[in-house]
Each structure stands twice: as structure tokens, then as C-alpha cells.
């Protein structure tokens, strides 16, 4: 399109100086010629004023009448006078057009004889042939003695100098105007490829951008408009650039918080169906042998109530996040041991659901420094990873023990062997190493909630094959009675 532009600019321009030169040409041409004819028609009529004085007076000298046939007799010495004072040819005619007399008969051999004929008619007139750089006039007039017509004058002028100076005249201004247009069309070219060329290159980068290529930027030395244009463009392109970035900010925050959000949701799910699963567990068995069995429907009721509160607590806190009113619950002083064997005890009826069991070997006093109810969610979730996916009819062991100030944890359960590089993806969110065996409803979360609980509590937790076990070592920091803050 700015080819075409260009390509506008370069007709127009070489339009307009071509008509202002034809313009220019024609004028100058048509002035001269118009002034050469002022001239010649000046001379010719002082030319007649002179040769009817000289007429009159030869009449009045010889006494002659106004005669035709007086003019007829003194038509040769009129002739070669006025040819000597004029220094142009003559001739003398008839009042009919018949040659009396002439100086040069060749010069009066023209084919046309419009002067001659005007005269017979009683009018001056006068014709310019033009031909091989020589100009010739042939003027005629009737002359008139005492009111009447008595014959006719007629010469034949040179003016070919006069020609020649106005086209030697001519040709110098043409040579001119030649050379002033070709500057000017020239400057005018150079012009248009200075605003152009920029446009070029505007247009080049605008598709660019419609492309979604934004990695574009001009540069123009120039400080008119066309360079503000510029600058313009690449501060479009800089803006364009930062509400793009702006935009795939707010579009990456927003998957994350969409992530977070459904991670945040399936936690929550996870960590209420845990005790709700407990509650069920411990409800079924006391239906079915709860009378029988007075012991077990007290040690059965205090789990139920523990849960229960357990669930009322994350409920609770589950109201204060969606209101924005969460609160921070401060760590203190837990006995990890007696929630372990309170977990053991309470998943053991969920461990034989699956025809399992669960053998514990837990020392006393471990204490730590956090939250009961997360440790307790920690050891809930791996317990029952330990039970849901140990080999049929297996014993899952668990034991805790104090080694150099640390607490040192272990849930071991036989199962299939694992390969290497899948450990480092069992603590990532919705990982299931046996779709088949998942329980329904699981969406792989208890080992990624695990891992999160025991990093916020500064500990460490590893999975690993020894023996074919499936072995979760967990370390945490033991609290010394000295520490309490």
C-alpha cells in the first residue's frame, strides 16, 4: 500500500512539473511571438506612414493628379526609391492586383497571398511566413490620394533576425526550465522517499505486531513528525508489551490460586473423611457386638467423641478460612507417643476391616513442639496408607523411639516393590502409585498432606524399599522439658 503511496508521489510530482513546464513553455513561447508581432505591426505601420508621405510628395512634385493611370507611370521609381530607403523589397500593383513593377519578383512568390487580397479589397494587411530559421513579412495596403484609391504598395520585410533572437531566447529559457523542473522533481523524489521509506518500514512493523510478533522497534534519526511517530509506536508497543505481561501475571495467579484452591478443597475433603471414616468404623462395630462387648462400646464411644470433636475443630476452622477470619493456632508441648498409640488403637478395627493388623512398638515421653491435631491427621494418613495398600493378611508395624535428640518414626508395612523413581512422586498431590487398589473416593493426597504437616513441624520424612516393606521413616525435633518457651 505504501509502494503505492510512493508510486502517488512520483506521478503527482512528475505530473505537475511536466504540465508547469508544457504551461510554463506555451506561455513564454505565446508572450514572445505576441511582442514579435507588436514589433513588426509597429514597423510596418510607421513602414506605410512613411512610403504615403513619400507618394504625396512625388505626386505634388510631378503635378500629378490623383490618377491610376499617374501611379501606373511612376510606379518604377516609387519602387526603387522606397526600396533604397526602406532596405525592402517593393512592389507596385494595380488596384486589380496586377504587378506594375517590383524590386524582386522571387520575393513575392508566395502561395499565400492573403495581404494582396485584402488590399484589392481597400484593407492593410500584412502576412509572416516562418521557414528554415528566416522570418519574411508581406505587407500590403492600397494607397489613397485626395480620398481615392490609386493603386497598391506591397513589401516584402526580413524580420528573421528579430525571429531568431526571441528563439535562440526561447531555447535558453526551455534549457532552463528543463534544468529547474529536473532539480525540483529530483528534490521532490528525494522528498518522498524520506516520508515514505519511514512509512515503509511503519507498516512492516504494524504487521509485525497484527502477526503478535511484539518483539519490534524503529528507529528513526529524525526529530519531525514522522520521528514522533515513531517514538510513539514503540511506546504503543512498550504499553502493549506490559499489559500483556500484566495480563499473563494475573492469568498465571489465577491458575495458581485455582490450583490452590482446589488443593486447599481436596485437603479439606481428605482430612474430614479420616475421622468420619473412624466415627463410621467404630459405629458399625458397636451395632453389631456393642452389648455384648461393654469394654469395647466404652473404648468405641470415647473414639467416637474424639473424632467427633476432632471433626467439630476442622469444621470450625474450615468456617473461619471461607470468612477470612482465620486465626494462627500456636504450637505447644504434644506427646507424640500417646497420640500414636491412641491412632494405633483406633485404626486397628479399620485394619481388620481389611483383614490386617497392626503391631506397635512405641517408647514413651516423645515430645515435640506443634499442633496435636496435625500430627495426630499426620499419623492418621499414614497408617491408613499402611493398611490400604500392605500385602493381604499382613502385619504393619509402627515403632517411635528418642535417638539423639530426634524422634525417629517408622511405619513399615509389606507390599510390592517400588521402583526407584517413583518415590520422589509419592509426595506429590494426586499420585497413585495402584489406581486399582485405591479406595474409592481418594484422590492421593494423604502422603502430600503427611509431607506438608512435617516440614511446618522443621522435621524430615522419607519413603523407601528395605526387605520388601514399604518403610515411611518420619524425624522430628524431640522437646526437652528446658525448651518450653
Known amino acids: 500500500m505504501l509502494r503505492t503511496i510512493k508510486a502517488k508521489f512520483i506521478f503527482g510530482f512528475f505530473a505537475i512539473f511536466f504540465l508547469s513546464f508544457l504551461v510554463l513553455n ?43 493611370l499617374y501611379f501606373g507611370e511612376m510606379a518604377e521609381e516609387m519602387v526603387h526609391d522606397l526600396n533604397f530607403s526602406t532596405g525592402s523589397n517593393v512592389s507596385v ?11 524582386d519578383k522571387k520575393s513575392f ?70 534544468v529547474i523542473f529536473t532539480v525540483a522533481f529530483l528534490f521532490s523524489y528525494i522528498l518522498s522517499r524520506h516520508i515514505t521509506i519511514p512509512l515503509v518500514e511503519l507498516t512492516h512493523a504494524s504487521n509485525q505486531v497484527k502477526k503478535g510478533n511484539l518483539n519490534v522497534n524503529i528507529h528513526f534519526k529524525r526529530k519531525d513528525e514522522i520521528g514522533e511517530l515513531a517514538m510513539n509506536f514503540n511506546d504503543m508497543i512498550k504499553r502493549i508489551n506490559s499489559q500483556i505481561s500484566t495480563i499473563e501475571s494475573d492469568r498465571d495467579r489465577l491458575k495458581e490460586l485455582n490450583k490452590k484452591e482446589k488443593l486447599f478443597f481436596d485437603n479439606i475433603t481428605h482430612e474430614l473423611k479420616t475421622p468420619l471414616t473412624s466415627i463410621l468404623g467404630y459405629a458399625e462395630i458397636i451395632e453389631q457386638k456393642g ?72 517408647q514413651e515421653d516423645l515430645y515435640v513442639y506443634g499442633d496435636d491435631n496435625r500430627i495426630r491427621q499426620l ?36 507390599s510390592n516393590h517400588i521402583e526407584q523413581e517413583q518415590f520422589t512422586n509419592l509426595f506429590q498431590p494426586f499420585f497413585s502409585i495402584n489406581q486399582e487398589k485405591a479406595e474409592e473416593g481418594s484422590v492421593g493426597l494423604g502422603l502430600s498432606i503427611a509431607k506438608s504437616i512435617v516440614e511446618d513441624h522443621k522435621g524430615i520424612i522419607r519413603i523407601f524399599n528395605e526387605n520388601q516393606n514399604t518403610i515411611v521413616y518420619v524425624e ?9 518457651l
Open 379 to 414: 499419623f492418621i494418613n499414614l497408617l491408613d496408607n499402611a493398611i490400604k495398600y500392605s500385602s493381604p493378611f499382613s502385619q504393619i508395624n509402627i515403632s517411635a523411639e528418642l535417638v539423639k535428640e530426634k524422634i525417629i518414626l517408622k511405619f513399615m508395612n509389606p
Open 291 to 362: 452389648e455384648s462387648d461393654r469394654s469395647f462400646f466404652k473404648k468405641g464411644m470415647k473414639h467416637i467423641i474424639e473424632e467427633s470433636r476432632r471433626l467439630h475443630n476442622m469444621v470450625v476452622k474450615l468456617l473461619e478460612i471461607s470468612k477470612g477470619t482465620t486465626r494462627e493456632y500456636p504450637f505447644e508441648k504434644v506427646d507424640t507417643s500417646e497420640i500414636l498409640k491412641d491412632v494405633c488403637d483406633s485404626m486397628s478395627f479399620r485394619a481388620e476391616r481389611y483383614k490386617k493388623s497392626i503391631n506397635s512398638d512405641i
Open 26 to 68: 506555451y506561455t513564454v513561447k505565446e508572450v514572445t511571438w505576441t511582442n514579435n508581432e507588436k514589433i513588426i505591426t509597429s514597423d510596418l505601420v510607421e513602414l506605410k506612414k512613411n512610403s504615403n508621405v513619400y507618394v504625396r510628395q512625388s505626386f505634388l512634385i510631378n503635378h500629378y493628379k490623383n490618377n491610376k
Open 476 to 484: 522430628m525435633i524431640y522437646m526437652k522439658d528446658e525448651n518450653l
Open 109 to 178: 512568390l508566395e502561395k499565400i497571398d492573403t495581404d494582396l487580397q485584402q488590399a484589392i479589397k481597400g484593407k492593410t494587411a500584412y502576412h509572416i511566413s516562418y521557414y528554415q530559421n528566416k522570418a519574411k513579412v508581406l505587407f500590403s495596403y492600397p494607397v489613397v490620394i485626395d480620398g481615392s484609391e490609386v493603386g497598391i504598395l506591397r513589401f516584402s520585410k526580413d524580420f528573421s533576425l528579430l525571429y531568431n533572437q526571441s528563439k535562440r531566447i526561447l531555447d535558453i529559457i526551455f534549457y532552463i526550465a528543463v
Open 93 to 103: 500593383y494595380s488596384l486589380d492586383g496586377s504587378l506594375l513593377y517590383s524590386s
